[in-house]
Nanobody
């Protein structure tokens, strides 16, 4: 099992920045890749970014490309999501996810992940 705990959310003004953290514990040696998804009220969970644990390869949703950077600290078993130029439409609960294998699903799909955190709220005020 892998346990994921997110932190760093809060209320941010439009145009501002925020850095989210996701600390993994448990069977972290099994992590293949990690990702961030977000979910606004009444909508489905949407892919934001992902990173492959072994080589740091990154993947981004088109909607956030250029405004978001995902990174990892293998020693701390932590993945980060740095977001800048925030817009009110970025308001959502941001969830961290981890995969213990590739499973044949693209990293931008929820099916690619075994473990999920509880999420952290990011609210962007206009």
């Amino acid at each position: 099992q892998v346990r994921l705990v997110e932190s760093g959310g809060g209320l941010v003004q439009a145009g501002g920045s925020v850095r989210l953290s996701c600390a993994a514990s448990g069977r972290t040696f099994s992590i293949y890749h990690m990702g961030w998804f977000r979910q606004a009220p009444g909508t489905a969970r949407v892919f934001v970014a992902a990173i492959r644990w072994s080589d740091g390869d990154t993947y981004y949703a088109d909607s956030v490309k250029g405004r978001v950077t995902i990174s990892r600290d293998n020693a701390k078993n932590t993945v980060y999501l740095q977001m800048s130029s925030l817009k009110p439409e970025d308001t959502a609960i941001y969830c961290c996810a981890a995969a213990s294998g590739s499973y044949g699903y693209p990293v931008w799909t929820v099916q690619s992940y075994d473990y999920w955190g509880q999420g952290t709220q990011v609210t962007v005020s206009s």
